[in-house]
């Protein structure tokens, strides 16, 4: 049902009518998202979700606070996204209009000497890197890669990423926060609130941050975070990466002192379990992510070899499965991890390494030699220090989602799960991508680590209804194992993609008996007392109200 | 009266229902300048049912909850009743160290397990928590934690909140509510079927199968409620045990003291080191703060202000587990190169004290009489948070209103702690003086005032709004106020938990 | 292949939004990070590949209209530069952006659906054979004097075909007259069609009237094989990815293809062209799209699209990846760097993933302010790097970027390599 007329003046008089459209193929363009074809009982297989009714770049912050207003005052639902590939980007439903972000874009700030950046929304992890790394710092990354948001990787849903353990999680990365709350007022949170600049996350009191997220972000449903101050880390390396390569493989050449990958491979998963604990107690590493196990253990190795010539491409895949190097490397790799250690200083890069060397002979592991010759060496450093190439999710089957594994601590992949989410992927094997062991993700998936966060990814074809619901259906079947365990469930990518788009009130009566969501319909019905948020700020339903009505 | 003494006792036994006039007149005041006001009962609750019995009786009754997690003495004003008929809900008896998981480096705790107790009983798992400076021996690792005191370790300083991982909370409406991890079915948006709450124990064992660490903090869903609590004041909700975030315990320790007349150049070297973390445990104290820290008595005091030097760098270097000595070794070595550069040196010794005597002092929380108070017998300490950079402006207003006052400078402590991975900093003035001298009381107290307000104009953070700083804070920004009262009438709509505090 | 047999590949698209930056490993700035000059001009999504992949989508599945009011604008405000392309195949080797934004054009023409911009271009091509306004009769008019062979009267092995807008560009004529200048000294055999040389037709290809590009091109390759030519040396870029990348693909073809920077590369290889003069200037280079990311030679494939361990997606026989590798990147700069006096610094952007200049795909045509504006922003970048001047090899990037300096008051100059080379001779 199209806007008013009214409405959609009143809308253009905020944003100027080269900022608002309402043009069919375009709001198609917002329409269109990844996983839409396995939410079949909302899309029936399509890719396209509901068309928002339409579609607005405001410039400010200024101009999200008019848009807001104007939505509670006319009783239009809005959403909101950045860069819009997060699988909540399409609206919910029907009859809501949709903010893309992408004009509010600027670093306001970059305060090197107290190592923290102030960004828009749609500043991307690349730009914002480039210009840190400048003054000899560098910024959180989520698992999504460079092209994403820094905001929306802080706020919007998770953001966690490879290099957590030592940059810390990105709620804790968060500092002061401006967010134009459901109802239209401007809130900033914590020192900004009180105009003495972003350094300061918390108060003064409660901090009131901590509605704006909580484990998930709002996914565009919760007003709207126009910017954020984002917590820094040192970066010993050159201000520019020095990029070589031909196209796409792509490599940088860093310095050694500084500067090292390692595979770091174990004899079984509870060594490999140990070993990670052993590296939250040494606190070394900088990057660590279990990263091309993405591809299988079956998989990766020939993929590694694949990425980093141009000449290859996937058809190579079978001719190198049988030559006797690829098959040795998949054997050595099948529990390894991508490790970067960066060194402050030259010593503090040996001691790492050192100690590295202590926990694999402690472990009986080893270092993979691949990662040892230069062109994989540095295409390794490239790949984790930039994340550039995660688009890669998509590159087997143009289809991915996750399932079983989730937030856990090592001992959990070490008790069987692994195992598990192996058996899960082979059960339907054939319908998606025959890779292995997929379980992909951050070793230490906290500051300092403590709990990993893996998921086991699932390549499907998206163009393939069977392929589709194959996936749908591993996905689900690896929440209710998880489930049988009492263990909380993985698969959070297609899980969202449903949830989002689930009708609100058969979804708020699901979600009834969980406290969290009877407190956050509290907090809905008290900061969007319109209710005009897209929906993605869930609520469970008051089933004292429905009983007594 | 009677009757509320008699529901109380009902829940927590009449041993822990105390209304003598002695006992409620040591609740009624404490050292700070908050106006003295008498609780109607003490309540002692010895478990999380009966906080929650407690809270939700004075739901019913619309009777005020002050809860108070430390021992004796009490410095803040937030544990003074500001309404009159207050429960003092005092929960320092709750004393259980419901486990530790050295694998797992996390702990979970009641709030009356204080610091004194909690270290020794780690140090035998091999673990050790980061604490803030010095705390009093009576003081309540959750009561540290939950009001963000800052830890000497500013690279543990992941967030404002750290150690805290996950919390059992009862909130104001009388809610009780777990989060993060433990809040038991993980942390996706999916429904989860149901919404009991096992007991902590079986919990416990149940985590052995999940493998649960206790340490993810987040949610559940997409609100983070731990922090709801932190600096609340015990105005959102009462804490009936947290898990902490464990360092594990050095091997090797080493204390390495730099000194300067100049702060700007200890800053400057401070951020060097932050940036790099090359450093464990890190605060620049002036000649004032150290000799109260070192000295025993006030002859003492006054001595070892004599000899030691304007500031002191206070670095801790650690190794723990693989390779200690090592670390230590070229950490100090790469730091020496960096202090080369300041023109400053590490020494372990300097005029009035070794390394080894402050790393023992900043190790352990303050013995039997707290530090502060060795001096004179009384100390008010103004503090917020600001950033490392412009710590020496402060320092010059608060030396100028101190002249002004006639205030001796040599007698004011500054603390210096960068906190949260060096990009902001917690800025600490002490005051001492002899409350029983009336002049000086009156003088002090105006002080405070005059500081805490040039201060807060100056561009004091008091993101910790204790007393007076309140009404500063709060009103610097009127939406978050706002936001925090909606806060309020949701978690606690009868307003029972600590009314007058903050901005409720 | 047809938009409809591209319908599965449209539908693989996962909205990473790689095809708005340009390859991400090489961000090296805030500024200059953006690779897609449409979307950052027009905003919305649907102005991105994605965005354009997805209105295929929403056409072929009747979702929207070819004659709906905005499509027009959708679908023909984008340069085909090809930047979106290479980004998106840094890690996709089934998409294929630029491909399916062509068959998207082709199909809007079908449908008769065009920018009503086009009609006095299309006309005047079809009566004059070029979009340059100009009448076809002064077409040779920039080799007056130069006593030049008439391949329509005459054999050469050589066919110099200047193009379109070096024809007719007064300002831009020292261009080809250089040229010309250095085959007769280096002893090539060679000529030109002079007034009756056509269009190459691929820039009217690009704009989406593939049934005028294959006019042009039938026409073209006659004309060469009536001359017993064997080789084709051109300076213009557009021309170049005509006869390399779209010739082939449609007729058999069996000349061979030369941008003119290979050909004076080749003859200072040989000693046929050497400097001997100093150009003291600090200069960067602008890769233009067609020499460069899209000027990949055309290699013949038949296969057919596989799956492999169940669903990953291959092509038998291997296909070629047209991912801009293989452009022409280093030939123009082994030219300038063997200058005397000139220092070559690059800007940010540059070989597969340079900024576009904004003049192709019919965008100088149909949108000139789009046009302008995506110059300006290069000027914008070649300021950075500190050159006082910009060099490329495509007299198209030469007049735009020529246009937005005036329009913006800016002082940087431009040249073409031949330019250079000229004054170094």
Redesign the interface.
């Known amino acids: 049902m199209a806007l008013l007329s009214e409405v959609y003046e009143a809308l253009e008089n905020i944003v100027g009518p080269e900022n608002i459209t309402e043009e069919p193929a375009t709001l198609d363009s917002y329409a269109y998202q990844w996983m839409a074809e396995l939410v079949t009982d909302v899309t029936g297989g399509s890719k396209f979700f509901d068309r928002p009714e339409a579609v607005l770049v405001p410039g400010s912050v200024e101009d999200v606070q008019a848009i807001i207003k104007a939505c509670n005052q006319y009783k239009i639902k809005y959403h909101v996204f950045s860069t819009g590939w997060g699988p909540w980007a399409a609206v919910p439903s029907a009859g809501q209009i949709l903010m893309d972000l992408r004009r509010m874009n600027r670093i306001i700030e970059i305060n090197e000497q107290n190592m923290f950046a102030v960004v828009e929304p749609y500043c991307v992890a690349a730009q914002l890197q480039a210009e840190v790394m400048k003054v000899g710092l560098n910024n959180h990354i989520s698992g999504a890669g460079s092209g994403t948001s820094v905001l929306a990787n802080a706020c919007a849903f998770q953001g966690g990423g490879p290099d957590v353990m030592y940059f810390s999680s990105p709620q804790d990365s968060i500092l002061s926060i401006e967010w134009v709350m459901p109802t239209g007022e401007i809130l900033r949170t914590g020192s900004m609130g009180s105009d003495l600049g972003w350094f300061c996350a918390e108060g003064p009191g409660p901090s009131t941050q901590g509605i704006i997220r909580g484990s998930l972000g709002g996914a565009g449903g919760w007003g709207v975070i126009t910017k954020i101050a984002i917590r820094l880390v040192n970066w010993p390396g050159p201000a520019q990466m020095p990029i070589e390569g031909t196209a796409p493989s792509y490599r940088t050449q860093l310095p050694e002192e500084n500067f090292k990958a390692a595979f770091p491979a174990f004899p079984s998963l509870q060594k490999f379990a140990d070993a990670i604990y052993r590296i939250y107690d040494s606190e070394i590493g900088y990057i660590a992510h279990r990263q091309f196990v993405m591809w299988g253990d079956e998989l990766q190795a020939a993929f590694l070899k694949i990425v980093t010539d141009p000449s290859k491409q996937l058809c190579d895949i079978p001719e190198l499965l049988e030559t006797p190097e690829i098959q040795q490397l998949t054997k050595e790799m099948q529990r390894n991890f991508q490790f970067i250690m960066v060194g402050m200083t030259p010593r503090d890069l040996a001691y790492q390494q050192k100690v590295l060397d202590l926990i694999l002979k402690e472990t009986g592991g080893w270092n993979i030699a691949l990662v040892e010759e230069p062109d994989m060496q540095q295409y390794v450093l490239l790949f984790m220090l930039k994340l550039c190439f995660k688009s890669v999710n998509f590159t087997a089957t143009g289809g991915f989602i996750d399932t079983y594994n989730s937030v856990a601590s090592p001992d959990v992949w070490a008790s069987g799960e692994i195992e598990a989410g192996k058996a899960l992927l082979k059960k339907y094997a054939g319908n998606i991508a025959d890779c292995g062991d997929q379980a992909m993700g951050p070793i230490g998936g906290q500051g300092g680590g403590g709990v990993t966060g893996w998921e086991d990814f699932v390549f499907y074809d998206p163009q393939d209804s069977e392929s589709s619901k194959a996936a749908a259906d591993c996905s689900d079947e690896g929440d209710r194992l998880k489930a049988v365990q009492g263990r909380p469930p993985g698969g959070m990518l297609f899980g969202l993609a449903r949830s989002t788009h689930a009708d609100v009130d058969i979804r708020a009566k699901k979600l009834s008996k969980s406290p969290e969501y009877n407190w956050q319909r509290k907090l809905k019905e008290t900061l969007d007392p319109n209710n005009v948020g897209s929906g993605n700020y869930f609520w469970g339903a008051d089933l004292s109200k429905e009983e007594s009505s | 009266m009677a009757e509320k003494k008699d529901a109380l006792i009902k829940i927590v036994g009449a041993e822990n229902v105390i209304d003598d006039p002695v006992t409620l007149d040591v609740y009624s005041m404490d050292h700070s300048f908050v106006t003295p006001m008498m609780p109607l009962m003490v309540v002692n609750p010895g478990n999380a049912d009966e906080v929650q019995g407690i809270v939700k009786w004075a739901n019913q009754t619309k009777t005020p909850l002050v809860p108070v997690s430390s021992g004796q003495p009490h410095f803040r004003g937030d544990s003074v009743p500001s309404s009159e008929g207050a429960v003092i809900v005092d929960l320092s008896g709750m004393k259980r160290i419901i486990m530790m998981d050295r694998r797992n480096r996390v702990a979970i705790v009641e709030p009356g397990v204080t610091y004194s107790e909690l270290q020794p009983a780690l140090a035998k798992e091999g673990l050790r928590l980061s604490m803030p400076l010095m705390p009093r021996a009576s003081k309540s690792v959750l009561g540290s934690v939950l009001e963000r005191e800052p830890i000497t370790n500013p690279r543990y300083a992941w967030s404002l909140n750290e150690p805290l991982r996950c919390i059992e909370t009862v909130m104001g409406n009388g809610e009780m509510f777990r989060t993060g991890e433990l809040a038991g079915g993980g942390v996706s948006t999916s429904a989860r079927e149901e919404a009991k709450l096992v007991p902590i124990e079986e919990l416990m064992e149940k985590r052995k199968l999940t493998q649960e660490t206790a340490l993810y903090q987040y949610g559940p869903g997409q609100f983070n409620y731990h922090k709801l609590v932190s600096a609340a004041q015990g105005t959102m909700g009462i804490v009936t045990w947290a898990s902490l975030r464990c360092e594990v315990l050095p091997k090797v320790q080493k204390f390495l003291l730099v000194t300067s007349d100049e702060l700007d150049k200890i800053i400057g070297f401070a951020y060097k080191l932050l940036r790099i973390r090359f450093h464990d445990e890190l605060m620049i104290l002036s000649c004032s703060s150290l000799a109260a820290i070192l000295g025993e008595g006030p002859e003492q005091i006054s001595s070892l202000k004599k000899e030691l030097p304007p500031w002191t760098l206070v670095l801790g270097l650690t190794g723990r587990d693989i390779l200690a000595e090592e670390r230590v070794e070229f950490m100090e070595k790469d730091i020496a190169d960096i202090a080369q550069q300041f023109n400053l040196r590490l020494e372990l010794e300097i005029p009035g004290a070794t390394g080894e005597q402050v790393g023992d002092a900043v190790l352990n929380p303050a013995k039997e009489l707290y530090w502060k108070l060795k001096n004179k017998g009384g100390c008010q300490d103004i503090f917020f948070l600001t950033t490392l950079n412009k710590v020496p402006e402060f320092i010059k207003t608060m030396n100028s209103l101190a002249e002004s006052s006639n205030y001796s400078l040599s007698d004011i402590g500054v603390y210096i702690q960068p906190t949260h991975m060096g990009t902001s900093c917690h800025l600490e003035f002490s005051l001492p003086y002899d409350p029983g001298n009336e002049k000086e009381l009156t003088m002090v107290k105006d002080l405070f005032t005059r500081v805490s307000d040039e201060l807060s104009k100056q561009g004091a953070f008091y993101t910790r709004p204790y007393g007076i700083w309140a009404d500063m804070a709060y009103s610097r920004n009127a939406e978050h106020m706002n936001l925090s009262k909606k806060l309020k009438g949701i978690f606690d709509p009868n307003n029972v938990l600590n009314p007058g505090k903050l901005c409720f | 292949m047809a938009l409809e047999d591209l319908?599965?590949t449209v539908?693989?698209?996962?909205?990473?939004?790689?095809c708005k930056?340009i390859?991400?490993?090489?961000?090296?700035?805030?500024r200059f990070?953006k690779g897609c000059p449409s979307?950052e001009y027009n905003?919305?999504?649907?102005y991105?590949a994605?965005?354009r992949l997805?209105?295929s989508?929403?056409?072929l599945?009747g979702?929207?209209?070819y004659f709906?009011?905005?499509?027009v604008d959708?679908v023909f405000k984008c340069m085909l530069d090809g930047c979106c392309d290479?980004a998106?195949?840094?890690?996709?080797?089934?998409?294929e952006p630029v491909e399916i934004m062509r068959q998207l054009r082709f199909k809007m023409i079908d449908h008769g659906c065009f920018p009503a911009m086009d009609v006095p271009y299309i006309d005047h091509l079809r009566k004059e054979d070029n979009m340059m306004l100009e009448p076809k009769a002064d077409r040779g008019k920039w080799a007056d004097g130069l006593d030049v062979k008439d391949l329509t009267q005459e054999k050469a092995e050589v066919a110099f075909h200047v193009g379109c807008k070096l024809s007719f560009d007064k300002d831009l004529w020292k261009i080809p007259q250089t040229v010309v200048a250095i085959l007769k000294n280096a002893g090539v055999d060679f000529g030109i069609m002079g007034k009756d040389e056509n269009c190459c037709g691929g820039r009217v290809c690009d704009m989406g009237y593939r049934g005028e590009f294959l006019k042009y091109a039938e026409n073209n390759i006659d004309a060469w094989k009536n001359a017993g030519v064997k080789t084709i040396i051109t300076t213009c870029s557009d021309g170049y990815h005509a006869f390399k990348r779209l010739y082939p693909e449609e007729f058999k073809f069996n000349f061979e293809v030369l941008h003119i920077t290979q050909y004076l590369e080749r003859l200072i290889k040989e000693g046929k062209l050497k400097f001997t003069k100093t150009v003291p200037m600090k200069v960067t280079y602008h890769d233009p799209c067609h020499l460069g990311r899209r000027g990949e030679p055309y290699v013949p494939w038949k296969g057919e699209q596989k799956?492999?361990?169940?669903?990953?997606?291959?092509?038998?026989?291997?296909?070629p990846?047209y991912?801009?590798?293989l452009g022409i990147y280093d030939t123009p700069r082994n030219i300038i760097k063997s200058i005397p006096g000139i220092e070559l610094v690059e800007m940010e952007r540059n070989r597969?993933y340079a900024w576009c200049c904004g003049a192709g795909g019919g965008v100088r045509e149909r949108y000139p302010e789009f046009s302008g504006w995506t110059a300006g922003e290069r000027i914008e970048e070649a300021k950075s790097t500190g050159a006082e001047a910009i060099v490329t090899a495509c007299g198209w990037c030469e007049r735009n970027f020529i246009d937005a300096i005036k329009d913006q008051n800016e002082s940087m100059k431009v040249y073409d390599i031949v330019d250079l080379v000229a004054e170094a001779i």
Not at chain 3, 68 to 71: N, V
């Open positions: 319908r599965a539908s693989r698209c996962s909205k990473c939004s790689y930056w390859p991400l490993a090489h961000v090296k700035s805030w990070a979307i905003k919305f999504q649907s991105s994605s965005g997805s209105t989508l929403s056409l599945e979702r929207s209209s709906d009011e905005g499509l959708i290479v998106c195949k840094v890690n996709r080797y089934d998409l799956k492999i361990r169940g669903q990953v997606l291959v092509y038998e026989p291997r296909k990846r991912n801009g590798a597969e």
